[in-house]
């Protein structure tokens, strides 16, 4: 069992920025594909970026496509979700995610962060 912990959420204004961070102490973590997700009340979870096991290759949501950031640190066994100009509209429920080849989709997900709230103020 892979357990992630999240960590960077609160309220912030819009046209801010907040960093999330998603650590494991888990030794094979570089064996695994990372995501962030994100659940806003009401709707269901979707997609917002994921980061290949070597960090190489990254996709995002296209809403946030120039806007936020992920990024891994393998020797830390950490990853990040950089968020610059947010909007109220990225008020949601951030949930870290891994997986064992991609992640895209809940689909690719084998483990679960127990979320973090973002609230973005007009």
């Known amino acids: 069992q892979v357990q992630l912990v999240e960590s960077g959420g609160g309220v912030v204004q819009a046209g801010g920025s907040q960093r999330l961070s998603c650590a494991t102490s888990?030794?094979?973590?570089?064996?695994?594909?990372m995501g962030w997700f994100r659940q806003a009340p009401g709707k269901e979870r979707e997609f917002v970026a994921g980061?290949?096991?070597?960090?190489?290759?990254?996709s995002y949501k296209d809403s946030v496509k120039g806007r936020f950031t992920i990024s891994r640190d393998n020797a830390k066994n950490t990853v990040y979700l950089q968020m610059n100009s947010l909007k109220p509209e990225d008020t949601a429920v951030y949930y870290c995610?891994?997986?064992?080849?991609?992640?895209?989709?809940?689909?690719?997900?084998?483990?679960w962060g127990q979320g973090t709230q973002v609230t973005v103020s007009s």
């Open positions: 980061i290949r096991r070597s960090g190489g290759r990254t």
């Open positions: 995610a891994a997986g064992l080849l991609v992640v895209t989709g809940v689909e690719d997900v084998n483990y």
């Open positions: 888990e030794r094979t973590f570089s064996r695994y594909a």
